[in-house]
């Protein structure tokens, strides 16, 4: 059997392209325990999410969570299906579509975009393969991840890493770590705000919540905990908001372990208990809505808040397709491919002449005896 897969057909008159490859999280292929049990696994098999011991996780995995847990996340999946399919990968696949044509008014040398996910469909390796098969020589891979972890950019990193082990014609890669603290970025969440309030007044409090990681990882050397802490200053500077004004937690706790404090849930209670008349939650470390945000924080979260005695409650939803989240990409990429790609400011492509280079490319080529 061949150490290497196969290459895409190629022929010396070929152009040559730039790649983007976005990166999200994954999804389900649909809201039924049949299709979360092999996303389950993958997600939860993945060393940089669960680091207990392989032989123990393993018994615990598969003799308990992968038993129980895919039913239940079903039934919570199936709260958030639409018509278009899961959250998640709707908005990533009209990111992903705004985000080509924004770059297109930019770009004047040839490059291509695709998605990818770290666990689930469209997978890492399609991604991938798609930008060879259009012939992308070089790659810059944007998570979808404002705030470094781990557990989620490096995890990402990883699965690029796997796939280009198994590639005998390995393209130039470039990585953005993070943008947890970009202008762009912070303005896009800010504006999104201004303009929930325009609509619905101010709050009394505004709760930023990130998605939780255990307190060990900081003690390791994980740089999460401290990219949201600054994300959430940044923005609450950016909406003119006192220390009192705001808040910042974290969500998604799993297992018994201690994980990053202040709990969104306890917060929410503590709120709830002294009869905060309204509360909005934002969730800055989410580009698209998802099964975390739309049912746990917009449904769960509100009953856990109002139960408590709280007011009222609005969950202010993800960048999604926001425009001017389209256009905080669009310049973090441009950032990041500056000397590959061909702009406004560096001149202007000249197709005809790209062409007949790559045509007498093929001819030199064939004069020393290739057959393409």
């Known amino acids: 059997m061949a150490y290497y897969n196969p290459e895409p057909p190629f022929s010396h008159g070929d152009q040559l392209k730039v790649g983007i490859l976005i990166a999200n999280l994954g999804t389900p292929d649909a809201p039924t325990a049949k299709a979360l049990r092999p996303y389950l696994r993958q997600f939860l ?5 669960v680091e207990i011991p392989r032989a123990i996780w393993w018994f615990i995995l598969n003799g308990i969570i992968l038993l129980i847990r895919p039913k239940k996340s079903a039934a919570k999946y199936a709260q958030v299906w639409t018509n278009e399919g899961s959250p998640l990968l709707v908005h990533a696949q009209k990111q992903t579509q705004l985000l080509r044509g924004f770059l297109a008014q930019k770009i004047k040398s040839p490059f291509a975009i695709e998605l990818g996910m770290r666990y689930g469909n469209p997978s890492m390796q399609s991604a991938i393969e798609k930008l060879k098969t259009q012939h992308c020589d070089r790659i810059l891979v944007f998570p979808l991840y404002p705030q470094y972890a781990a557990s989620s950019t490096a995890s990402s990193f990883d699965s690029v890493w796997r796939v280009l ?35 619905n007044g101010k709050p009394s409090k505004l ?37 009192d004004d705001y ?118 080529a064939q004069a020393l005896g290739a057959k393409q």
């Open 207 to 243: 709760v930023m919540s990130f998605h939780g990681v255990p307190k060990v990882h900081l003690s390791k050397g994980d740089p999460y905990h401290c990219a949201c802490q600054k994300t959430g200053r940044l923005l609450a500077e950016a909406l003119d908001l006192g220390k």
């Open 165 to 199: 082990l198994k590639m005998r014609n390995m393209p130039g890669i470039r990585t953005i770590r993070s943008y947890h603290d970009h202008p762009a970025y912070i303005a896009a969440l800010a504006k999104s705000v201004q303009a929930h309030w325009q609509i």
């Open 45 to 49: 098999s993945d060393t940089r999410v």
């Open 247 to 364: 808040v910042i937690a974290f969500q998604s706790r799993f297992g018994k372990q201690e994980w990053l404090k202040p709990y969104l849930a306890a917060t929410l209670e503590d709120l709830g208990k002294k009869k905060t008349k309204r509360i909005d939650v934002i969730c800055p470390g989410f580009s698209s809505d998802c099964l975390e945000t739309l049912e746990e924080i917009a449904m769960e979260g509100k009953e856990i808040f109002t139960h408590a005695g709280g007011g009222e409650y609005h969950y202010i939803p993800a960048l999604n397709e926001n425009e001017d989240w389209i256009h905080a990409m669009t310049e973090i990429a441009l950032e990041n491919l500056q000397g590959w790609v061909t702009t406004d400011s560096f001149g202007n492509w000249d197709n005809a002449q790209a062409k007949k280079e790559a045509e007498m490319s093929k001819l030199r």
